[in-house]
C-alpha cells in the first residue's frame, strides 16, 4: 500500500513538473512571438520602410519587385532618360541593390536627409554632391568587397521630391515642390505664368459671400524670355533663354532646375525692331550675343 501511495505521488509530480515546463515553454514561445512582431514593426517604422523591398522581403534576403500600385508610385513624369553622368542624387533618393550568386539579395537603399545611403550589414556612404555614376561606383564596389564572388547591380529606382524657388515677374512668387526632371519653364508654369500673359485676364474672387468676377490688374510691361535667371545653390548663375528653346525646340536651352534653385524673371530691359521678309515682324527682345 505504501509503494502504491508513493508511486502516486511521484507520478503526481512528474506531472506536474511537466505541466510546468510546457508552460514555461509556452511563454517563452509566446514571448518569442511578440518580440518577432516587434522587430517586425521597429522596421517598418523606419523611413522609407513602407518601399517595395523592405518587411519581411528584406528579413528573408528574398528579391522583390516592385509591381503594380508600387509601380505608380515610383514613377515621376520624364522627357527622356536620366543622364547618370549628369543627374545629381539627394536626399529621398531610391537606389534598389541586388546580389546574385551563391545567395540573393535584393535592398531598397534611401538617402537620408544628411546625404548619406546606408547599405545593410556594409556601411554607411556619403554621397551628398556625387553624380549618379559617382554613387553606384561607391556602392557597388563597398558591396562587391563585403559580398566577393557574386554578381551586383545597382540602379536609380525613384527620384526624391524638393524645393526651388520663383521670384520676379510670375502670378504667384514663392516655394515649389518639385522632382529633379523638372525644367525652367515647367516652374514658371506651377508659378502662374508670366505677368505679362496674365494681364487682361479675369479670374472668380468673393465678396460679401457673393461670387464676383474680376479683372487682373497687373503692371504694363514686357516679361523677359530670353534672360531668365536660374541661380544655384552654390550662387553661380544661368541664363536662360526660353525664348531660343521655343523658337528652335532645344531642350539644352531649357535646363533642369536643381534642389534649392531660384528662377528669377525679370523685364525686358533691350528691345528691338523687326519689319520687311521675316515671320514675325515688330517689337522683340534683345540679347546680346
Same mark, same amino acid.
Given at each position: ?103 540573393? %539579395? ?48 545597382? *540602379?536609380?529606382?525613384?527620384? +526624391? ?28 508654369? %506651377? ?22 468676377? +474680376?479683372?487682373?490688374?497687373?503692371? *504694363? ?13 552654390? *550662387? ?13 525646340? *532645344?531642350?539644352?536651352?531649357? @535646363?533642369?532646375? +536643381? ?21 514675325? @515682324? ?8
Amino acid at each position: 500500500m505504501l509503494k502504491r501511495i508513493i508511486g502516486l505521488v511521484l507520478t503526481l509530480g512528474i506531472l506536474a513538473t511537466a505541466e510546468s515546463v510546457a508552460a514555461q515553454e509556452e511563454e517563452e514561445l509566446q514571448r518569442l512571438v511578440h518580440e518577432s512582431q516587434q522587430q517586425q514593426d521597429d522596421l517598418e517604422q523606419i523611413p522609407g520602410g513602407d518601399l517595395p523591398g523592405l518587411g519581411q522581403d528584406l528579413v528573408s534576403g528574398k528579391i522583390r519587385l516592385p509591381t503594380g500600385e508600387e509601380v505608380e508610385k515610383l514613377r515621376i513624369s520624364q522627357d527622356r532618360e536620366i543622364d547618370p553622368d549628369t543627374y545629381i542624387v539627394g536626399p529621398g533618393d531610391v537606389m534598389q541593390l541586388y546580389v546574385w550568386g551563391e545567395f540573393d %539579395l535584393s535592398y531598397m537603399l534611401q538617402i537620408d536627409p544628411e546625404g548619406h545611403v546606408i547599405i545593410p550589414t556594409v556601411g554607411a556612404f556619403d554621397v551628398s554632391g556625387m553624380t549618379l555614376t559617382e554613387a553606384k561606383a561607391l556602392a557597388l564596389d563597398a558591396a562587391l568587397d563585403k559580398y566577393p564572388g557574386v554578381d551586383v547591380t545597382i *540602379n536609380l529606382a525613384s527620384m +526624391r521630391f524638393f524645393t526651388a524657388y520663383v521670384t520676379g515677374a510670375v502670378l504667384k512668387e514663392g516655394s515649389f515642390t518639385i522632382h529633379p526632371t523638372t525644367r525652367v519653364s515647367d516652374l514658371i508654369e %506651377l508659378a502662374g505664368g508670366y505677368t505679362d500673359e496674365l494681364r487682361g485676364t479675369t479670374f472668380q474672387d468673393e465678396v460679401g459671400g457673393q461670387k464676383v468676377t +474680376r479683372v487682373r490688374q497687373i503692371v *504694363n510691361q514686357a516679361t523677359s524670355r530670353r534672360s531668365i535667371q536660374l541661380i544655384h545653390d552654390d *550662387n553661380t548663375v544661368e541664363v536662360v533663354d526660353l525664348g531660343m528653346f521655343l523658337a528652335t525646340g *532645344n531642350v539644352e536651352l531649357n @535646363p533642369y532646375v +536643381r534642389m534649392g534653385d531660384v528662377v528669377k524673371v525679370t523685364f525686358r530691359d533691350k528691345t528691338m525692331f523687326l519689319f520687311g521678309a521675316v515671320n514675325s @515682324p515688330g517689337r522683340h527682345e534683345f540679347r546680346p550675343g
